[in-house]
């Protein structure tokens, strides 16, 4: 990555308000892109209809404005 306006970050899933909801219907979806799923062991090449689950390990590129609360809604305990 050479841009200085993104970046990419990680979050685990703990917030129980995005599990099971599809990579696309994320209401921020607009502000980041997932580019990988680290579950049970493997990465997840996510697509649009890819479910989150509880304990996910979210990789995403943002900017940095963005991930700050990204990263917090996410990774909210529920």
């Known amino acids: 990555m050479t841009s200085t306006e993104s970046s990419v970050y990680e979050v685990a899933l703990r917030n129980r308000k995005y599990a099971d909801i599809q990579v696309r219907n994320i209401p921020f979806i607009d502000k980041i892109t997932v ?42 305990l529920n």
């Open 35 to 76: 580019t990988q799923i680290y579950r049970d062991k493997r990465f997840i090449r996510p697509t649009g209809g890819t479910p989150l689950k509880l304990n996910d390990r979210i990789i995403f590129t943002s900017s940095k404005q963005e991930a700050p609360e990204v990263r917090k809604e996410l990774g909210k």
